[in-house]
């Protein structure tokens, strides 16, 4: 974990009402035949992993902690392994994170590297 903390991004001071409502947002587009047919694709944005359509989370591209909205530009399907290593990081951290954590090894993000 010592690792991630290199990566640790700032986040806003969200009002709580703006909080809920990018939630709420969320929530809504989760419903969407939208979503549903970029779930349907059954890959994850992040590592591009073959996930069945039911495991596959919604994950801000840009976080709601810095500054992204829940719209359908700023959501991908992710992994769950994705979406939690992520966490509020932007898409150039990400990509930084995930290099680190390769250091070469192909399979060290989802933990089957050596």
């Given at each position: 974990?010592?690792?991630n903390r290199s990566?640790?991004?700032?986040?806003?001071?969200?009002e709580a009402t703006d909080l809920a409502a990018e939630k709420r947002k969320a929530r809504e587009l989760r419903t969407s035949?939208?979503?549903k047919r970029q779930c349907a694709k059954g890959v994850c944005h992040w590592c591009?992993?073959?996930?069945?359509?039911?495991a596959l989370t919604m994950d801000h591209v840009v976080p709601i902690a810095r500054g992204g909205k829940?719209?359908?530009g700023n959501v991908v399907p992710s992994c769950k392994s994705c979406n939690t290593k992520k966490k509020q990081m932007l898409p150039m951290e990400w990509e930084a994170f995930v290099r680190a954590m390769r250091g070469g090894?192909?399979?060290a993000l989802d933990g089957q590297g050596s």
């Amino acid at each position: 974990m010592a690792k991630n903390r290199s990566f640790a991004p700032f986040a806003y001071d969200l009002e709580a009402t703006d909080l809920a409502a990018e939630k709420r947002k969320a929530r809504e587009l989760r419903t969407s035949q939208w979503w549903k047919r970029q779930c349907a694709k059954g890959v994850c944005h992040w590592c591009g992993s073959a996930t069945p359509a039911k495991a596959l989370t919604m994950d801000h591209v840009v976080p709601i902690a810095r500054g992204g909205k829940s719209t359908k530009g700023n959501v991908v399907p992710s992994c769950k392994s994705c979406n939690t290593k992520k966490k509020q990081m932007l898409p150039m951290e990400w990509e930084a994170f995930v290099r680190a954590m390769r250091g070469g090894d192909e399979g060290a993000l989802d933990g089957q590297g050596s």
